[in-house]
T-cell receptor, first 114, second 109 residues
Framework: AQSVTQLGSHVSVSEGALVLLRCNYS??????LFWYVQYPNQGLQLLLK??????LVKGINGFEAEFKKSETSFHLTKPSAHMSDAAEYFC????????????FGTGTRLTIIP | NAGVTQTPKFQVLKTGQSMTLQCAQD?????MSWYRQDPGMGLRLIHY???????DQGEVPNGYNVSRSTTEDFPLRLLSAAPSQTSVYFC????????FGPGTRLTVL
C-alpha cells in the first residue's frame, strides 16, 4: 500500500524567502511522485512529477523537488517566494507509471507574508 | 479544448435525495476518476475507470455509483445523499498526467 505524509498543514514564509514544503512517502514498489497546487476555489494543477528519470525535478513557477530514496522524501522548494505562490499544495504518490490512482497527502497551505 | 468540465458547480441536497454529478473531457483520455476533498484529509479516490465500460472502486466508494458508457463522460451518482457526503468533488482524466476539473461543491442537509 502507498501513502504520503505532508509535515505541516500550514506554512508561512516572507516574500522573497525560501519555500520548503515537506513530503515523505511509503510505497511497496518504486514510486511515481507528484506535487499539485490548488488555488482558492479551483481544481488541482500539476507542478511537477518524478518518474525515475532524474532525482531533481524542475516544475512550473520556479518550483523544484528532489527525490531522496534513502530518506523516502520528495520535498518541494522554491528559492524566493512570491505573493502569487499562496495556495494549498498536495503531494501525491502512484505505483502506476500512468499515474492513475493517486494517493494524496493531506495538503499544506502556504501563506506569503508581505 | 475545454479540458475537464464538471456540472453543477454548487449543489444543496436534502438527506435521502439523489443526484448525478456530471464530468466530461474532450481529450480522448481512457482513464477518468472521481475524488472527494475534505478539510484536513486531502483528496480521496472514490471510483475510477480505465476505459468505456470498465469501472472500479477506489478508497471510499460507499454511497456512490458510476458508469462509463462513453470515453468522454464519467458521471457520479449519489442514490441517497447523506450529510457525510458533504464535500467538494473533483473529476480527473489523463493518460500520463491527471487533469482535474474545477470541482462541484456539494452540501447535504
Amino acid at each position: 500500500a502507498q501513502s504520503v505524509t505532508q509535515l505541516g498543514s500550514h506554512v508561512s514564509v516572507s516574500e522573497g524567502a525560501l519555500v520548503l514544503l515537506r513530503c515523505n512517502y511509503s510505497s511497496s514498489v518504486p514510486p511515481y511522485l507528484f506535487w499539485y497546487v490548488q488555488y482558492p476555489n479551483q481544481g488541482l494543477q500539476l507542478l511537477l512529477k518524478y518518474t525515475s528519470a532524474a532525482t531533481l525535478v524542475k516544475g512550473i513557477n520556479g518550483f523544484e523537488a528532489e527525490f531522496k530514496k534513502s530518506e523516502t522524501s520528495f520535498h518541494l522548494t522554491k528559492p524566493s517566494a512570491h505573493m502569487s505562490d499562496a495556495a494549498e499544495y498536495f503531494c501525491a504518490v502512484s505505483e502506476d507509471f500512468g499515474n492513475e490512482k493517486l494517493t494524496f497527502g493531506t495538503g499544506t497551505r502556504l501563506t506569503i507574508i508581505p | 479544448n475545454a479540458g475537464v468540465t464538471q456540472t453543477p458547480k454548487f449543489q444543496v441536497l436534502k438527506t435521502g435525495q439523489s443526484m448525478t454529478l456530471q464530468c466530461a473531457q474532450d481529450m480522448n483520455h481512457e482513464y477518468m476518476s472521481w475524488y472527494r476533498q475534505d478539510p484536513g484529509m486531502g483528496l480521496r479516490l472514490i471510483h475510477y475507470s480505465v476505459g468505456a465500460g470498465i469501472t472500479d472502486q477506489g478508497e471510499v466508494p460507499n454511497g456512490y455509483n458510476v458508469s462509463r458508457s462513453t470515453t468522454e463522460d464519467f458521471p457520479l451518482r449519489l442514490l441517497s445523499a447523506a450529510p457525510s457526503q458533504t464535500s467538494v468533488y473533483f473529476c480527473a482524466s489523463g493518460n500520463n498526467e491527471q487533469f482535474f476539473g474545477p470541482g462541484t461543491r456539494l452540501t447535504v442537509l
